[in-house]
């Protein structure tokens, strides 16, 4: 099994800075990739970016140039850093670990909650 633990959500104004990590623990030698999703109230739970073991980024196009996501392979930690937020990308942000075997996301942290104001 692998324990993900967000941390770092707030309320911040339009055009602020908020940074969220992601704690892996456990059985981390079974996941290939940790990825940011969000899901904002009534909407469908959306992808944010992947960050794979050897570092390789990918990110939604709603997000690419303001987010950064990094890693920390000896700590098993993944950052989210978020520039130039906007009221939309107010939601929940869960960190989800993919499993190498199957290649699915099983894994699932609890969420924090990310508030921009406008």
């Known amino acids: 099994q692998v324990q993900l633990v967000e941390s770092g959500g707030g309320l911040v104004q339009a055009g602020g800075s908020l940074r969220l990590s992601c704690a892996a623990s456990?059985?981390?030698?079974?996941?290939?990739?940790i990825g940011w999703y969000r899901q904002a109230p009534g909407k469908q739970r959306e992808w944010v970016t992947t960050?794979?073991?050897?570092?390789?980024?990918d990110y939604a196009e709603s997000v690419k140039g303001r987010f950064t996501v990094s890693r920390d392979s000896a700590s098993n930690t993944v950052w989210l850093q978020m520039n130039s937020l906007k009221p939309e990308d107010t939601a929940v942000y869960y960190c989800?670990?993919?499993?190498?075997?199957?290649?699915?996301?099983?894994?699932w942290g609890q969420g924090t909650q990310v508030t921009v104001s406008s």
């Open positions: 989800s670990a993919r499993r190498r075997i199957s290649g699915t996301w099983d894994y």
């Open positions: 960050i794979t073991n050897s570092g390789r980024p």
């Open positions: 456990g059985s981390t030698f079974n996941i290939n990739a």
